[in-house]
């Protein structure tokens, strides 16, 4: 059925259409009337919304994760600018300077850092002496006269630490090293480990030792020496150079250096001059 045929049988519709037209015709004439959209029909519409889901790319759920380790990267992700400038700011530097010891762990019991030695003693017993054998180790069992292999240090390390104010200074010898003897011997260089700096709670011990030295009362830094042959790359045994005093160093350098004296350097010439001046000269 027609349109016009409802109308025709709706006097409603009719006088209601008359009136429409009637309005429109005087909004026309005042120029008021606007354009009507264009009515869509129900069927087109639904056909329009289903071609632009189709061009629409799906939209994937990230699945929720539940690690605090994705969920800490992804707050460092979302700080700002300013707000990382800042926090990089207040990073620590590679090499700080001599401010506040840093926290570290206590030692194990069986650790050398929980045992106290006596310098003196150390240095009359071994002073220009070669151990009959080789490594670190075999060096702490001499000086504490035992046999024991349980006992804990780093031997990694160019240093070692006693419970007391004391250091060992490890130093290979070679003619590629970088340590070396100044003023025939008088003097000797030393580098500090690859994560070492003035901060590091070894390096501050060892600074404490150097401002304490006029009333070390047992303490004090030995040096140990050993010459290492690259060809065959074995090392020697370890000879005892005795007691170091502090001369210079070059701050925040990485790695750290420093110049010692040797303190003992009169008495290494007067009894193990032929010893002492072999090592001397393979450096």
């Known amino acids: 059925i027609g349109r016009t045929t409802i109308m025709s049988d709706n006097p409603?519709?009719?006088?209601?259409?008359?009136?429409?037209?009637?309005?429109?015709?005087?909004?026309?004439?005042?120029?008021?009337?606007?354009?009507?959209?264009?009515?869509?029909?129900p069927t087109?519409?639904?056909?329009?919304?289903?071609?632009?889901?189709?061009?629409?790319?799906?939209?994937?759920?990230?699945p929720t994760r539940r690690s605090q380790?994705?969920?800490?990267?992804?707050?460092k992700n979302d700080v700002?600018?300013?707000?990382?400038?800042?926090?990089?700011?207040?990073?620590?530097?590679?090499?700080?300077?001599?401010?506040?010891?840093?926290?570290?762990?206590?030692?194990a019991p069986n650790s050398v850092r929980r045992m106290i030695i006596s310098v003196p003693e150390i240095v009359n017993k071994f002073l220009g002496k070669?151990?009959?054998?080789?490594?670190?180790?075999?060096?702490i069992q001499s000086i504490l006269e035992s046999d024991d292999n349980n006992v804990s240090f780093n031997k990694y390390s160019g240093i070692l630490e006693w419970q007391n104010d004391a250091l060992f200074l490890w130093v290979n010898i070679a003619s590629d090293s970088m340590n070396d003897f100044l003023k025939a011997g008088q003097q000797m260089t030393w580098f500090g480990g690859s994560r070492m700096h003035e901060g590091s709670p070894v390096i501050q011990k060892l600074f404490r030792i150097i401002k304490e030295s006029e009333n070390s009362n047992g303490n004090g830094i030995v040096l140990w020496c050993r010459h290492y042959n690259p060809k065959t790359k074995t090392h020697h045994p370890y000879t005892c150079l005795g007691r170091?005093?502090?001369?210079?160093?070059?701050?925040?350098?990485?790695?750290?250096?420093?110049?010692?004296?040797?303190?003992?350097?009169?008495?290494?010439?007067?009894?193990?001059?032929?010893?002492?001046?072999?090592?001397v000269t393979s450096s």
């Open 130 to 139: 070669t151990l009959s054998n080789t490594g670190k180790a075999f060096v």
């Open 244 to 279: 170091l005093s502090y001369d210079s160093h070059i701050p925040q350098s990485q790695p750290l250096q420093f110049i010692w004296n040797l303190d003992d350097y009169s008495a290494l010439m007067k009894h193990h001059k032929q010893r002492f001046q072999e090592i």
């Open 80 to 107: 700002s600018a300013q707000e990382r400038v800042v926090v990089r700011e207040h990073m620590p530097r590679k090499n700080p300077s001599v401010t506040k010891e840093i926290e570290r762990a206590p030692a």
């Open 69 to 75: 380790r994705t969920s800490k990267e992804k707050s």
């Open 12 to 41: 409603y519709l009719t006088l209601r259409e008359s009136k429409i037209a009637r309005n429109e015709e005087r909004l026309r004439q005042l120029g008021l009337l606007k354009k009507q959209q264009k009515q869509t029909d």
């Open 44 to 62: 087109e519409e639904k056909e329009r919304i289903k071609k632009k889901r189709k061009s629409e790319p799906p939209t994937r759920l990230q």
